[in-house]
T-cell receptor, first 113, second 114 residues
Framework: DTEVTQTPKHLVMGMTNKKSLKCEQH?????MYWYKQKAKKPPELMFV???????INESVPSRFSPECPNSSLLNLHLHALQPEDSALYLC????????????FGPGTRLTVL | AQSVTQLGSHVSVSEGALVLLRCNYS??????LFWYVQYPNQGLQLLLK??????LVKGINGFEAEFKKSETSFHLTKPSAHMSDAAEYFC????????????FGKGTRLHILP
């Protein structure tokens, strides 16, 4: 299994909703990432987990809350989002943070109404 | 400070012509460098990477890139463009001396003309 899966593919939520994005990999990778990509822009790093511990938080607002329950799973909990948070959220994993090629998932297209 | 610069937000080439997408990095220490491709409404797919081994790197789909330290460049080339190459291409850098981040350039949209 050499892929990163993300669910759901699409998500529409209101500003008062609570939702979660899920990411899973079974490649034995010990680093996992969340990126945010706005339309016609490059991906921007949000969080890095290394060996299930949060190692990088790029000053992301607290309405985004990451969680790494085990080495294969990465969640992004969403609460009280704003319309400007609408974007493609990409999950990635690599063997070790930054050292090997990161594999990217297909992304979750999030729309906040 | 921007760590990787892609010249040209849009590049158009004719089918069968040479593809050249430019990327320059700014780093005092040779970094790891990557090229990714993104098709519409999809995630990122790695085309190739440079990690201080051979300076000419061959990737998937006929693409290759050459690391030139003297020019701080890592340009992406393909001898003959195909219609299916139309996509967004991102150059990315991993600055190992700072922390374990992968930073993306602004991207270049490649258009293939029939």
């Amino acid at each position: 299994d050499t892929e990163v899966t993300q669910t759901p593919k699409h998500l529409v939520m209101g500003m008062t909703n609570k939702k979660s994005l899920k990411c899973e990999q079974h490649m034995g990778h010990r680093a996992m990432y969340w990126y945010k990509q706005k339309a016609k822009k490059p991906p921007e790093l949000m969080f890095v987990y290394s060996y299930e511990k949060l190692s990088i938080n790029e000053s992301v607002p607290s309405r985004f809350s990451p969680e790494c329950p085990n080495s294969s799973l990465l969640n992004l909990h969403l609460h009280a989002l704003q319309p400007e948070d609408s974007a493609l959220y990409l999950c990635a994993s690599s063997q070790d943070a930054g050292l090997a090629r990161p594999f990217f998932g297909p992304g979750t297209r999030l729309t906040v109404l | 400070a921007q760590s990787v610069t892609q010249l040209g937000s849009h590049v158009s080439v004719s089918e069968g012509a040479l593809v050249l997408l430019r990327c320059n990095y700014s780093s005092s220490v040779p970094p790891y460098l990557f090229w990714y491709v993104q098709y519409p409404n999809q995630g990122l797919q790695l085309l190739l990477k440079y990690t201080s081994a051979a300076t000419l790197v061959k990737g998937i789909n006929g693409f290759e890139a050459e690391f030139k330290k003297s020019e701080t460049s890592f340009h992406l080339t393909k001898p003959s463009a195909h219609m299916s190459d139309a996509a967004e291409y991102f150059c990315a850098v991993n600055l190992l001396y700072r922390d374990d981040k992968i930073i993306f350039g602004k991207g270049t949209r490649l258009h293939i003309l029939p």
